[in-house]
């Protein structure tokens, strides 16, 4: 299904997702490959998290999901999720008002 050249199909579970924060005041989930993402298949996933601020940090919260990074330290974190049907939100949470986004998980 397309809806003005972009692709409504959720992203298959079993892949690679990318959590990003900073520099600046950015925050972006993304497949692996840097598509962003806004829908997802159940399942479970590799979540790369780049934090790239120590003024900020990633954090993601959703059925059975509470992750974060640390507000001060940069650094990747490789982390296994299992994403269950519902809407996950990830934000950074010094500045959640403007740095944040959400999914939406499917099946």
């Known amino acids: ?54 003024a900020h940090n990633f954090h993601m919260t959703g059925p059975g999901v509470d992750i974060s990074t640390d507000v001060g330290e940069e650094g990747t974190q490789n982390v296994s999720i299992q ?3 519902g809407t996950y939100e990830f934000v950074c949470d010094p500045h959640a008002s403007q740095m944040n986004g959400s999914v939406e998980v499917v099946g």
Do not use: C, H, M, N
């Open 1 to 54: 299904e397309e809806t003005d050249g972009a692709t409504t199909e959720p992203t298959e579970a079993g892949g690679s997702l990318k959590g990003t924060v900073g520099p600046g005041f950015t925050i972006a989930l993304t497949t692996g490959d840097g598509e962003a993402v806004t829908r997802l298949t159940s399942g479970s996933y590799d979540l790369v998290i780049e934090d790239l601020s120590s």
């Open 83 to 85: 994403l269950a049907a």
